[in-house]
């Protein structure tokens, strides 16, 4: 896709100026980062990301080096976050990973926010994704305290195999357990909880669902 398709396929489009629309496809830069790449952290910030391709993890780090993941982040998706440096509304320090291979657009904070300073309708958009990303981190904020393991476990294989469309969740123990905010330790327990009660098969690739409907009645019952 050409930068100028981009540009006009985006949601907000339509709501600049022509004036706008020209300096936004301008500064639009087209980025890839490998799997791994740290794309904000201490030193870091890249600007506004439209992701085109692949997922990012957002989350934060406690002083002993234990993560939370807030959020992820793919195909179709806008990263405000990565702009932080820019956006003196965010006053807390949050990280963000590529957790595959990714193909995005970038467009530097200092440009996104001037472009938002002067037209109502973008700024509207923001904060509306915003809070759509502040939602998301409430409900892990839920989850976390609020949420026994096995549950919590359920709530994410479910929701992981409605996105991708798969009974296969290719995800390592490890992985899992980031997302959901737990020790590996205890996602190894809960799969082997899950298995014995045939929801699940362990395999080579990641986690295989076999039982939907079990799945799907731990994930929405109650604690």
Same mark, same amino acid.
């Given at each position: 896709?050409?930068?100028? /398709?981009?540009?006009? #396929? =985006? ?10 629309? $020209?300096? *936004? ?89 001037? /472009?938002?300073?002067? #037209? =109502? ?10 809070? $759509?990303? *502040? ?89």
């Amino acid at each position: 896709m050409t930068k100028q /398709l981009f540009c006009e #396929n =985006l949601a907000f489009w339509n709501m600049l100026s022509q004036q706008q629309q $020209t300096l *936004f496809c301008n500064s639009l830069t087209h980025q890839t980062y490998k799997k791994g790449n740290c794309i904000l952290g201490t030193k870091n910030c890249c600007g506004v990301v439209f992701i085109q391709s692949g997922s990012l993890r957002v989350y934060m780090l406690s002083e002993d080096g234990r993560d939370i993941t807030l959020y992820r982040l793919h195909k179709g998706d806008v990263c405000m976050l990565a702009a932080s440096c820019a956006l003196p509304e965010i006053t807390f320090d949050v990280f963000v990973d590529a957790e595959e291979d990714c193909d995005c657009y970038v467009i530097s904070g200092a440009t996104f926010t001037e /472009l938002t300073q002067n #037209n =109502l309708q973008l700024k509207l958009y923001a904060y509306e994704t915003a809070l $759509t990303r *502040f939602s998301e981190v409430m409900w892990v904020v839920q989850q976390i305290f609020f949420m026994k393991v096995d549950r919590r476990l359920a709530v994410f294989l479910w929701d992981e195999m409605m996105r991708t469309d798969s009974n296969l969740i290719e995800l390592t123990q490890e992985q899992i357990a980031k997302y959901i905010s737990s020790a590996r330790e205890v996602v190894s327990r809960m799969l082997k909880y899950f298995v014995n009660e045939n929801i699940v098969e362990v395999v080579r690739k990641g986690v295989l669902i076999v039982d939907k409907q079990r799945l799907k009645k731990l994930a929405l019952a109650d604690n």
